[in-house]
C-alpha cells in the first residue's frame, strides 16, 4: 500500500518533470545576486508568486537586508519546515560561462546555469515534490512551513534576527535544509551539520593617493606591502592558522563521529580529477586522515586579493590602498564573533593597527543528532528512492544559517537534493543533473508522505 | 645681443602659446595607452604630421611592438637630439578624475589630461621651442633628431633595438630627455641619471577551476596563500630586498654624489602633504639620509595584487589563480637581467617554483658625467629662463632607457622640463601649470639656441 503509493508520487514526478524544469528556468533567468544586490527583489517577488500559484499563503517579508520570502500551508498537526535561499553568487568572470549564466541550457543530461545546484534547483525539488504529493492524495499530509532567504550567499545577515522575532510562528517539527544531492557515484548524502564561518575583508590605506613606484618605491609606505605582510601572519605555508587562541574553543571530533567518518567512501580521486589538482595539502592522500582534516578542521582562506594595477601589461603605480576577502571556516565550538576579536588583536600585536577589518557576516557552527527519529526517516526515504543507504556525515565543511533552526527552533535538520560534487557551486558553469533532478524531487517528495504518515 | 634674442625668442613663445596649448590638446585626445594597446597607430600618426607640419621630415618607423615617430630637420655640424614617448599610462582609476582624463581641460593655471605632463607636454615643448628660434632666427641654428618612442611606459621594449639598428643614422652630440620640471618652489631641476627597472608578473595556478572555499579550504591549495607567502621571501618588513645577491653588483654613491646630494633641497613636508603621508619609511624625515634612499636605494614594489573575488559583498571562492605586478628600480651597476635571474633562483630556493615569472621589460640604470659642457650650457640655459640656478640631482628614482642613449650612442643627456612634483603623473588628475609649461618651452628653446651659438 505504502509502496504503491510512493511508486504514484514517484510516476507523478516523471510525468511532471518538464513543467517542473520551466520553474527552474524563470527562477535561473531573475540573477539575484546578494553581494551586488542585483535582481534580489524581483526575485523574492517570483518566488513568493511560485507559492501563490501553487496554493501556500506566501508573503514578501522585508528585512534590513533582502526580503524572506515565508509560506504556509496544508493542515495537521505536525509541521514540516523547508529552509532555501533564492539569492546566488556572483557569476563572475562571466567570460568562462559556455553558456549565459542566468539563461537555464540544457546540454547533454546536465542543466547549466547560475542557482541550478544552488539553491534554485532545491526551491524547485521542494515545490514540485510537494505538487506531486497533492496530486495523489489530493491534499498535503501535514502543515508546511516555507522560509526561503535572500542572503545566504552573503552569510544570512538578517535570518537570525527574522527567527528570533518569528519564532511562534516558525513552529515546526522538523526541517529540510536547501541543500544535499548524491556522491559521485549516485549514492544519497546525508548531512548532520555545518561549519561556521567568518568572512571579513581587510584593507589598509596607507597614503591619499596611489604613487608613481619610482619616486615612492624607497621611501613611501606601499599598502599592497602592508596587506602581504599582515596576512603572512595570519598562517603559515603548514596551514597552521597563527591567530593566538585561534583553536582553544574547539571540540574535536566524537568516537561516533569517527565511526561515521570511517564509514564514508573515499572520494579523493574524483576530487583530484575535478578541480585538476596534483595533490591535497599536506600530502593528504585520502582515507579518514583527509575527510577529518576536510570538515572538522577550521580554515583561513583568501577569498580574494585587490591593490594597484591590475590590467595588461605595466603600470609603474605603489598603491595607496589594498584590500582582502578572508574566510574563516568554523567547527564546533567556535563562534563568529571570538574570531574577530582574536584577529583584531592579533593584527594590533602584530604592529598592523593600520589593518581595518570589516565584518561582512557570519554563521555558527551546528549539528543534528545522527540518532534522531527524523534523521532515520530521511534516510530511509533517501534508501526508497536511490536503492540505497545514504552516506552520513558528520560534518560538512560548507557553512549556512543551520544555528538558530537548531538552537532557536529546536527542530532536527537534515538534507535532501539535486546536486553532486561536480556541480561547480559558486564557480563558472554551475549545474545539475536531470536524473539528481527526478530523484531529489522524489526523495524531498518521499519525505512528505512519510512524515505525514509517521504523525 | 645675446640677451637681446633670448628675449625675443621668450616673447614670440608667450604671443604663440595658444597655439602651443592647442597643439597639447590635440596630443591629449589621442589616448595612446601602451599597457592596453589603446590608440598607439592613431597618436604615433598624429604625432609624425605634426613634425611635418612643422616643417620636419618625419617617418612612422615600424617596430614589434608600438612605432618609433623618427624626424629630423636643421643644418649644420652639431647635432641635437629630443627624445619623447608618446605613450601614455592607463588612466584607471577612472571615477577619480574630475574632468575626463583624455580631454584637454585648463581650470584656473592649470591644464589637466593624462600625457600632460607624461609626456605630451614635452612633446609640444620642444616642438614650440623650436618654432619659436625658427621664427627669430629665421631658420634653426642646428641640426635636430626627434626619437619619439611608443612603449617608454610599458618598458620601452623595443627601443634599444631600434637604437642598436640605427646607429649611425641617429648620431648626434647631445641629447634633451623627454622630462623635467621645476621643483614645488619654481627651481629647475637638472636630472643627471635614472635608476633601471625590471617590471616582472608573478603568477600561480593551483587547481584547474576556483573551489567553494567551504569544500576545499582545509585541504586545496590555494594560489593567493601561495602568492603572499611567496611575495613575502622578496622583502621583510624594514624594506630589506631578501633575494640572495641583489645588492652584490651595487655602485654606492660616490663622494662627488653625496656632495650634490647634500647641496638639494629638502622638499620632505611638500612630499608628506601632497601624498598625505603620515611619515616616511624606517623612521626617515629628511636630509641627506631621505635623499639618499629614495635614490640610490633599489626597490620592490608591489604595484598590483589580484585574485579570486574582488566585488563588493562575500564570495566564498579559493581561487585557482593569482598574481602580483613587481616592480624593482635599479640602481648602478644593477642590470634588469640579473634580477630575473636571482629571483627565479630565490624562489626556487624558497620552494616556490610553482611561481612563474612573466618579465614584462626593464631598463638599466645610466647617467651622464655632472661636469660635461652640455650639462653646463643646460644649467646656463635654465638660470637665465627660471632667474635662478638648478637644482642638480646626481640621480632620480624614476627609470627611462636612458641607458642607450648614454652608453650606445655616446651622448650626454639632460633635463628640461613642464612638470613638477605635484603633477600626479601615473595617478588620476595628471596636470601640468601653464607658468611651468611657459618656462619649459623657454628652457628649451635657449638651449637650442645656445647649442648652435655653441658650435
Chains 1, 2 share one sequence.
Not at 65 to 75: A, K, L, R
Not at 81 to 88: A, G, K, L, S, W
Not at 115 to 129: F, S
Not at 294 to 307: K, Q
Request: proline share 6%; aromatic share 8%; net charge negative.
Amino acid at each position: 500500500m505504502v509502496d504503491d503509493l510512493m511508486t504514484r508520487i514517484d510516476q507523478t514526478i516523471e510525468r511532471n518533470i518538464e513543467t517542473y524544469l520551466s520553474w527552474l528556468a524563470k527562477l535561473v533567468a531573475v540573477p539575484s545576486v546578494a553581494a551586488q544586490d542585483f535582481g534580489i527583489k524581483p526575485c523574492a517577488s517570483l518566488v513568493a508568486s511560485m507559492l501563490n500559484e501553487q496554493g501556500y499563503q506566501a508573503e514578501v517579508v522585508p528585512t534590513e537586508g533582502s526580503p524572506v520570502v515565508y509560506g504556509e500551508g496544508g493542515t495537521g498537526d505536525r509541521t514540516l519546515m523547508f529552509y532555501n535561499h533564492y539569492d546566488v553568487q556572483p557569476a563572475e568572470p562571466m567570460e568562462l560561462w559556455v553558456t549565459p549564466p542566468f539563461e537555464m541550457t540544457q546540454r547533454g543530461d546536465k542543466i547549466y546555469g547560475r542557482g541550478t545546484a544552488d539553491d534554485k534547483g532545491h526551491i524547485v525539488a521542494r515545490l514540485a515534490a510537494l505538487h506531486a504529493v497533492r496530486q495523489v492524495l489530493g491534499e498535503l499530509p501535514c502543515r508546511v512551513r516555507f522560509v526561503i532567504e535572500g542572503e545566504e550567499e552573503i552569510g544570512s545577515v538578517h535570518l537570525s534576527a527574522f527567527i528570533e522575532k518569528n519564532k511562534e510562528k516558525l513552529a515546526a517539527d522538523a526541517c529540510v535544509w536547501e541543500s544535499g544531492g548524491v556522491d559521485y557515484d549516485g549514492t544519497p548524502l546525508q548531512y548532520l551539520g555545518l561549519r561556521g564561518i567568518c568572512y571579513v575583508e581587510l584593507s589598509v590605506q596607507t597614503a591619499a593617493l596611489d604613487a608613481h613606484s619610482g619616486l615612492g618605491g624607497s621611501i613611501f609606505p606601499n599598502a599592497a606591502w602592508r596587506l602581504v605582510w599582515a596576512l603572512h601572519t595570519l598562517k603559515d605555508q603548514n596551514e597552521k592558522i597563527l591567530i593566538p587562541g585561534f583553536y582553544d574553543t574547539i571540540q574535536p571530533p566524537s568516537a561516533r563521529d569517527r565511526e561515521l567518518l570511517a564509514a564514508l567512501p573515499d572520494n579523493a580521486d574524483n576530487v583530484l580529477k575535478t578541480y585538476g589538482l596534483k595533490s591535497f595539502l599536506k600530502g593528504m592522500t585520502g582515507g579518514v586522515e583527509l575527510r577529518r582534516a576536510e570538515v572538522f578542521e577550521p580554515t583561513c582562506t583568501i577569498c580574494g586579493l585587490t591593490a594597484g594595477y591590475q590590467g595588461d601589461g605595466i603600470k609603474t603605480v605603489l598603491p595607496a590602498e589594498a584590500s582582502a576577502k578572508v574566510d574563516f571556516r568554523l567547527v564546533p565550538n567556535q563562534t563568529p564573533q571570538e574570531v574577530v576579536e582574536k584577529l583584531r588583536k592579533h593584527l594590533d600585536a602584530q604592529g598592523f593597527q593600520d589593518v581595518v577589518i570589516n565584518d561582512l557576516g557570519g554563521d555558527h557552527p551546528a549539528r543534528t543528532d545522527p540518532d534522531h527519529p527524523f534523521v532515520r526517516l530521511s534516510n530511509e526515504a533517501a534508501r526508497q528512492v536511490y536503492g540505497k543507504a545514504p552516506i552520513i556525515h558528520p560534518l560538512i565543511g560548507v557553512s549556512g544559517p543551520i544555528h538558530p533552526f537548531i538552537h532557536v527552533l529546536g527542530m532536527p535538520v537534515t538534507m535532501c537534493g539535486v546536486s553532486y560534487p561536480g556541480a561547480q557551486v559558486h564557480a563558472p558553469n554551475e549545474h545539475i543533473v536531470l536524473e539528481h533532478l527526478i530523484k531529489g524531487i522524489k526523495h524531498t517528495a518521499h519525505i512528505i508522505a512519510e512524515f505525514g504518515e509517521s504523525g
